[in-house]
């Protein structure tokens, strides 16, 4: 089994389907694509006398070249390492020297740092920029026969993003990969030979995870010109290309909302003066949100602006992309009690059910299943699961028991098979005795109409042992105050719920992929603690 297969077989039977574009621009063809990850892959075995199980490292921006290396790097039988492009330098040597990588296929961006990159590597082999004479020279090389794979074999390290300690590279197999395409079929969305898949979030993540399951169909997949998330952009390309799908992080998806709509936008204006986001969304298909909390308020925005268009995954590094889904038929009410009783929002803030090829567990701390409407960790178990954490067998022992994949994650299932994340286990507040639930108190307060961010956290307390704390970024031009908060918070929670405490920021801190850092948080309400 190796997941590169599915260009070979869709180079076969549709070699003149369009496969790679930048912007408007096409870049190549099923056909031309398959013959080109062939030579490369010569280049990596036969010149760089790579073994099978090699570790090859992308730190590439957003560019049609990404799918090139990472399929050849897969076609001969080596493991790929993408790279976050937006971490720090010291990032990227951490993550080459911990995963032991030969070589390194880079965009100009990091020409500057090439010298630097390259004594990371285990051996240095190659670093190699995709914009060069010498990559393309590569698409010319005799072609390498595809190589045969273990299902188990590493295909890809996928390094978490590393919001508390360093980074580990979930090692995910051939099998994992196969199991994870096939699930996007069977639990996410159809998607057909000449539909798009528009790369507006990291390839090195979720996004780029979604290139098996493009491939396997025949689909074209799009890479934005500018390389980036720009909401004017990517609603120029919804207009250009036919039925177009995208991941994006719940930050997009905000953004896009937020961009006012413009007056007479011609779908011809693709240059980067188009107008901002348009009404006209026929071409959209789907937008795939995850990675982070989606709060209900942001959906109902979202949804009133660009339609029934959104599909919500619920996954981890250790389980790419496929621990639930909440189709688009679950976004909208099915009947006048959903209406009335408020089963909507409570689907809404879920985040779905679970997805074929697994199955789910919520444990207590012994890892014994608990009731539903119970509280406890989120435990999954699958095909999509990682094979452990590379050279870290304890972390491993400690993440995967009995086959159980305990996610760190705590959430609660509903009688319906409904999943709702609650907060990362170490997020959980304890005072007085008592759990709360960030998430829960974040989402009253940006029900505020001046509130535009939050982010809740637990700061130690003396008689309580914690104490909820709220940071909030405003609207531009809106105040607030404490007491407008509390009393805000009266009305609409459990009076024991409420923050004690308001920090009123001009943006929250984030790591790479608009993830809310909260041990930053944490770490400037110990210092003024330490301070005070």
């Known amino acids: 089994m190796n997941i590169a297969s ?38 990596l075995r036969n010149k760089l006398n790579h073994q099978p199980g ?52 880079i965009t100009d961006d990091f020409l500057a740092q090439s010298e630097e990159l390259v004594s990371h590597l285990q ?6 920029s995709v914009n060069s004479d ?18 188990d074999s590493v295909a890809w390290l996928f390094y978490t993003s590393g919001t508390t300690g360093q980074p580990k590279g979930a090692m995910l197999s051939h099998r994992n990969l196969m199991t994870m395409t096939q699930s996007y079929f069977s639990s996410v969305d159809t998607m057909v030979a000449g539909d798009t898949l528009l790369h507006a979030a990291p390839m090195s993540h979720g996004s780029g995870l979604y290139t098996f399951p493009t491939v396997a169909c025949g689909a074209a997949q799009v890479v934005c010109q500018s390389g980036s998330f720009e909401p004017a952009e990517i609603t120029s390309l ?50 795939i949100y995850g990675g982070g909390p989606m709060y209900v308020a942001d959906i109902k925005a979202a949804m009133k602006r660009f339609g029934n268009k959104f599909i919500q995954i619920y996954g981890q590094g250790e389980t ?4 639930t889904c909440l189709s688009k038929a679950d976004h909208l009410a099915r009947d006048d009690i959903d209406l009335a009783d408020g089963h909507l929002d409570n689907r809404l803030a879920s985040v779905g059910c679970a997805q074929m090829p697994v199955e789910i567990r919520i444990a207590d701390e012994q890892g014994a299943p608990l009731a ?12 999509t699961v990682m094979l452990g954490y590379w050279g870290n067998p304890d972390a491993t022992a400690e993440t995967i028991v009995d086959g159980w994949l305990h996610t760190g994650d705590m959430g609660v299932m509903d009688q319906h098979g409904y999943l709702t994340l609650k907060d990362r286990s170490k997020d959980l507040i304890i005072s007085g005795g008592t759990n709360i639930y960030p998430r829960e108190v974040e989402e009253v307060l940006l029900q505020h109409p ?72 944490r770490e400037r309400l110990e210092k003024e603690h330490v301070n005070a």
């Not at 698409?139 to 595809?146: C, D, F, I, K, V």
């Not at 953004?255 to 026929?282: G, K, Q």
Request: hydrophobic share 40%; net charge negative.
């Open 6 to 43: 599915l260009l070979s077989k869709t180079a076969q039977q549709l070699p003149d389907f369009m496969a790679l574009s930048t912007g408007t621009a096409n870049h190549c063809d099923y056909q031309t694509l398959a013959q080109r990850v062939a030579g490369i892959a010569s280049f």
């Open 54 to 105: 090699d570790r090859v490292a992308l730190i590439m921006k957003n560019c049609p070249q990404y799918i090139e290396v990472l399929f050849a790097i897969l076609h001969a039988g080596l493991t790929a390492v993408p790279i976050n492009a937006k971490l720090h330098s010291k990032e990227f040597a951490y993550i080459l020297q911990n995963s032991g990588a030969s070589s390194l296929f």
């Open 372 to 383: 539903d409407g119970e509280v406890g960790e989120i435990l999954v178990k699958g095909d």
């Open 320 to 323: 790419p992309m496929t621990i």
């Open 238 to 287: 919804i207009h250009h290309y036919p039925q177009v799908s995208m991941f994006a992080a719940p930050t997009m998806i905000k953004r896009m909302v937020e961009t006012p709509p413009a007056a007479n936008e011609s779908s011809d204006n693709l240059n980067e003066n188009s107008a901002n986001i348009n009404e006209d969304t026929s071409n959209l298909k789907a937008i």
């Open 123 to 128: 051996v240095a082999s190659a670093v190699l």
């Open 450 to 521: 001046a509130i535009l961010e939050v982010s809740v956290v637990g700061k130690p307390d003396p008689e309580w042992g914690e104490e909820v704390v709220a940071f909030v970024v405003l609207h531009e031009g809106e105040q607030l105050s404490d007491q407008q908060c509390d009393a805000w918070c009266l009305d609409n929670m459990a009076r024991f719920k409420r923050p004690k405490s308001y920090y009123f920021v001009g943006e929250l801190p984030k790591n790479n992929y608009g993830k809310v850092l909260k041990t930053n948080l």
């Open 134 to 151: 010498a990559y393309t020279n590569l698409y010319n090389g005799a072609p390498l026969p595809m190589q045969a794979c273990e299902p």
